[in-house]
T-cell receptor, first 112, second 114 residues
């Protein structure tokens, strides 16, 4: 079946640093979604990408839909303590009946 | 008010008991999903429903059943709970019909099976 890989699995950074994480697959996707999950809460949608090459920002977050349609990247600039959480990517191949596939997540810790 | 709500938020039960987790949404979405999340892992799809008359098994449906009572309600049942069903359960919704389908999650139900 389709699988998504996320890297890194976890990362510890200093407050103020920039963060980069990615999501890769052997399958082609038509939609990429990035979510953030905080402890005890459900995933919250951060950014949605629908076109290959698309670059979309949401405040300090920027995500890109890879040209090959097999990967996506999420960058966080000038990290702050409230960025702590698990970041999940999800892909959808499109078409009726196609579900979203989720990556295992990247756990981000921000040190003050 | 939250668009996707789940009840209960926390539940402790004993092995062999039947329990039901409920999900309601006010987004008017046709599609609803139940996921399971284990510590340190991603989301695994249990069941999904594309409309009231459509129910489909996901990756890990064994030991679970669902009911789509209405467009806004999708419940998950554990007929005879077992300890390895201890996990965090999430309901989600989405609306097809465009090229920009996005999935929205509820706050989760934390289940402990003793």
């Amino acid at each position: 079946g389709q699988q998504l890989n996320q890297s890194p699995q976890s990362m510890f950074i200093q407050e103020g640093e920039d963060v980069s994480m990615n999501c890769t697959s052997s399958s082609i996707f038509n939609t990429w979604l990035w979510y953030k999950q905080e402890p005890g809460e459900g995933p919250v949608l951060l950014i949605a990408l629908y076109k290959a090459g698309e670059l979309t920002s949401n405040g300090r977050l920027t995500a890109q839909f890879g040209i090959t349609r097999k990967d996506s990247f999420l960058n966080i600039s000038a990290s702050i303590p409230s960025d702590v959480g698990i970041y999940f990517c999800a892909g959808q191949t499109g078409g009726y009946g196609q579900n979203f596939v989720f990556g295992p997540g990247t756990r981000l810790s921000v040190l003050p | 008010d939250a668009d996707v709500t789940q009840t209960p938020r926390n539940r402790i039960t004993k092995t062999g008991k039947r329990i039901m987790l409920e999900c309601s949404q006010t987004k008017g979405h046709d599609r609803m999903y139940w996921y399971r999340q284990d510590p340190g892992l991603g989301l695994q799809l249990i069941y999904y429903s594309f409309d009231v008359k459509d129910i489909n098994k996901g990756e890990i449906s064994d030991g679970y059943s669902v009911s789509r009572q209405a467009q806004a309600k999708f419940s998950l049942s554990l007929e005879s709970a077992i300890p390895n069903q201890t996990a965090l359960y999430f309901c989600a919704t989405s609306q097809p019909g465009t090229d920009q389908e996005t999935q929205y999650f509820g706050p989760g139900t934390r289940l402990l099976v003793l």
